[in-house]
């Protein structure tokens, strides 16, 4: 026996392959066989290494399409065909031993997701595909494809530089007018000889007067542009009169001096010129520089041709996720006019989009990224076109906004031209990228078949007294695969409970199946919005408003 033993764990360990090289998207399971030991030493191994891959296999499905699938009679019934498509290359690290007369043997699998979930597809036993198809992908992604920022190589250098130095002599000259300076002295000449006049006819108690007159006339006064000028008279004379007009001879007497006095002030006046002088000169010396320094990529927006998105898409197929493509959808919403995701993203025009996504075409999901390709020019080992570039998405729930899978990928890669690297690395990119994010979106709709997605139940009414939302408390306990069912609020006009569900049937309509029996609950009617699932007593027209 212990001869038999020694042979079993020989062979086994003359079975041991090298181990695969890991992947991102590699699954890895371990399987466990036995078999009684026998005399036919071939046959004891070959039953417990059988049983072991077929158990690493099991375990694979569960990890990757949900627990309880290698319970499955169909995955049973097809699991040895499984089995075989995997591959023996898949099958490492078989580990031998022996105890109380067992022969058993211990294997790794490690396989790619996306080749498991090909295979058994291809094999009909693809349960969650249809799951997952069913929740579609609204996918927007732009493509940049430019130079990398250096700051120790500038992309672009601008420097101007401008002396400018003169002189500049301008003299203009005009004659002042002294009608200003002629009205000052002639208002103040007249002024004086009517005080010398009133002054001869003083006495009203003469017949006749005779008086003498002596006039003196100074003006002065000053022009708008600084000049004075100066004007000075003197006239001299008699008068006789008779006593009854002699105010009548005062009066010409003031008005003869004043006369005088006038023509002498516009004689002086017109004999004096005032000129004004302006004069405008200027020495200048001036220098002007600039210096404009470029460092950011040239390209400024996204580029017409778009690569990552393309192989994204036939990536996420692969991965039995329905994608839908964003150009019609966006065609259709903004029409004629352009937009970037850029804009997008950074505006209230998002979320009337997302809105959109989710009632015209239908998508559960919407995923928006974004590749940057740097063009690095010749690669002094290859010479070759050498590039480099940086891929991100995010995906989200379009009902609730959730996040379900965001990522983040770089790579490199080299080509005959530009464009051929930059298709090359777009390549390399959508297919890591791909295999994260789809991996990631496979994963939350396993979980969420597994445990059930959560959802926000309420019931409005008018009056909704405590003994009808008690009912409706207790009958949501009696739904089948609704769990975990807890009351976020209660009041007069309504109640609301969170819960997780994952049944087959719509909840609104699993909900009224499990209040048909309660007559308060006859006129019950719903509205569904995503996940917020509403049960009016009095009709849903009003709560839709």
């Given amino acids: 026996m212990k001869l038999l033993n020694r042979t079993l764990l020989a062979t086994a360990a ?27 030493v071939n046959s004891v191994r070959t039953s417990a290494l ?29 699991l040895d065909d499984l089995v075989v498509q995997i591959g023996e290359e898949s099958f490492y690290s078989v580990t031998p031993s022996s105890a109380d007369g ?24 693809a ?20 130079t990398p920022t250096n700051l120790h190589a500038p992309l672009e250098e601008l420097t101007e530089f401008r002396h400018e130095a003169g002189s500049h002599y301008n003299e203009k000259e005009a004659a002042a007018s002294s009608k200003s300076s002629a009205y000052a002295a002639s208002s103040n000449a007249a002024y004086a000889s009517k005080e010398q006049a009133a002054f001869a006819v003083n006495d009203k108690s003469a017949g006749r007067i005779s008086a003498a007159r002596e006039t003196r006339v100074a003006g002065a006064a000053q022009d708008g542009y600084g000049n004075s000028a100066a004007v000075a008279g003197r006239d001299s004379g008699r008068l006789d009169a008779s006593g009854e ?37 200027e020495d200048h010396d001036n220098t002007y520089y600039r210096k404009l320094v470029k460092y950011q990529p040239q390209n400024t927006g996204p580029d017409k041709k778009n690569y990552t998105y393309n192989e994204l898409k036939g990536q996420l197929a692969d991965l039995d996720i329905k994608v839908l493509d964003n150009s019609l959808f966006k065609s259709r919403y903004f029409g004629d006019r352009p937009i970037t995701l850029d804009q997008l993203d950074n505006s209230a025009e998002l979320a009337k989009y997302v809105d959109y ?30 590039c480099t570039g940086v891929a991100s998405t995010r995906t989200f729930s379009t009902k609730t906004g959730e996040d379900i899978a965001s990522a983040t990928q770089s790579e490199s890669s080299v080509g005959a031209s530009s464009d051929d690297c930059r298709a090359r690395l777009a390549v390399k990119l959508a297919g890591s990228l791909g295999e994260q994010v789809g991996k990631r979106i496979q994963e939350f709709v396993k979980k969420r078949t597994m445990y059930g997605a959560e959802y926000t139940i309420r019931l409005t009414g008018d009056n909704l007294p405590l003994m009808t939302r008690t009912a409706f408390s207790q009958a949501l306990k009696s739904v089948p695969g609704l769990e975990k069912a807890t009351q976020r609020q209660a009041g007069a006009g309504q109640v609301e409970i969170v819960a997780t569900y994952r049944g087959s049937d719509p909840l609104d309509q699993a909900v009224a199946m499990a209040l048909g029996s309660n007559p308060q609950f006859a006129s019950l009617d719903s509205s569904v919005d995503g996940t917020v699932i509403t049960l009016c007593m009095n009709g849903c027209k009003k709560a839709l408003h």
């Fill in 127 to 146: 349960m969650n595909t249809t799951t997952t198809r069913s929740q579609p992908i609204l996918v927007m992604m732009d493509e940049f494809f430019t």
């Fill in 14 to 40: 003359a079975a041991v392959v090298l181990t695969p090289l890991a992947h991102a998207m590699d699954i890895e399971t371990r399987g466990v066989g036995s078999a009684a030991i026998s005399g036919d």
């Fill in 50 to 78: 059988r049983q072991a891959k077929r158990n690493a296999v099991l375990a694979a499905l569960d990890k990757v399409v949900g627990a309880g699938t290698s319970r499955n009679p169909d995955v049973q019934a097809k």
């Fill in 245 to 281: 007009s002699s105010h009548q001879a005062a009066g010409a007497a003031s008005r003869q001096v004043a006369a005088a006095a006038s023509s002498k002030v516009a004689a002086a006046s017109s004999s004096q010129s005032a000129y004004a002088h302006n004069v405008n000169a």
């Fill in 102 to 125: 067992q022969y058993q043997v211990s294997v790794t699998l490690r396989v790619d997701d996306k080749s498991l979930r090909t295979e058994i597809s291809d094999l009909g036993l």
């Fill in 357 to 386: 996504a989710r009632k015209d075409a239908t998508a559960d999901y919407m995923m928006i990224g974004s590749s940057v390709i740097y063009d690095l020019g010749v690669d002094k080992n290859s010479g070759q076109e050498s």
